[in-house]
């Protein structure tokens, strides 16, 4: 059975930093697109980033410059390094397994719960 | 950047047929997705590529897309339809999801 169990989320003060974890089994993190997208309370879906199976990045605007998403393929498992932490940044992040076709599309069939961050003072 | 438009709400009434839009230039040349997300829940996708449905989503949830409006459509909807709908695109190397949309089931 395929799963993903996000962990490492909490309160951390503005201009603090955090690292999200995203255990995978079932499959292998290094042969699919692996992507963050956050939820701010109350609000819709935000992308924030995605590592290729080829080990590219790339990040949303609004995180660029403080994020950076990798990967541990020994461990199966997806990170997301969060620096310079704003009061926006305040949501659940889920991690999320990508499909990528050659046409130049990626959807995301498996989720894992999320885990919330908060930047708080 | 690319951007989807979708209604804030929808409400359908219960046995009836709900449809949820998404708008954006020229969407019917995108591969477009929609996802399920239930209060407290993470997102469930319900339709990939435009029209296809994953394993285990009802035949009664459909999806549609043409010039700048894609559609996901509910058939007989059901009490435990109500939740927010998102559309998704991949664009430019980044994912971009619409606003979202709330159906509620009278």
């Known amino acids: 059975e395929l799963q993903l169990v996000e962990s490492g989320g909490g309160l951390v003060q503005p201009g603090g930093s955090l690292r999200l974890s995203c255990a995978a089994s079932?499959?292998?993190?290094?042969?699919?697109?692996m992507s963050w997208v956050r939820q701010a309370p109350g609000k819709g879906l935000e992308w924030v980033s995605v590592i290729s199976s080829g080990g590219s990045t790339y990040y949303a605007d609004s995180v660029k410059g403080r994020f950076t998403i990798s990967r541990d393929n020994s461990k199966n498992t997806l990170y997301l390094q969060m620096n310079s932490l704003r009061a926006e940044d305040t949501a659940v992040y889920y991690c999320?397994?990508?499909?990528?076709?050659?046409?130049?599309?990626?959807?995301?069939?498996?989720w894992g719960q999320g885990t919330l961050v908060t930047v708080s003072s | 950047s690319y951007e989807l438009t979708q209604p804030r709400s929808v409400s359908v009434a219960l046995g009836q047929t709900a449809r949820i839009t998404c708008g954006g230039n020229n969407i019917g040349s995108k591969n477009l997705h929609w996802y399920q997300q239930k209060p407290g829940q993470a997102p469930v996708l319900v339709i990939y590529?435009?029209?296809n449905r994953p394993s285990g989503i009802p035949e009664r949830f459909s999806g549609s897309n043409s010039g700048n409006t894609a559609t996901l459509t509910i058939s007989r909807a059901q009490a435990g339809d109500e939740a927010d709908y998102y559309c998704q695109v991949w664009d430019s190397s980044t994912g971009i999801f619409g606003r979202g949309t709330k159906v509620t089931v009278l």
């Open positions: 999320a397994r990508g499909l990528y076709y050659a046409d130049s599309d990626c959807y995301f069939d498996y």
């Open positions: 590529r435009g029209t």
């Open positions: 079932g499959f292998s993190v290094r042969s699919n697109y």
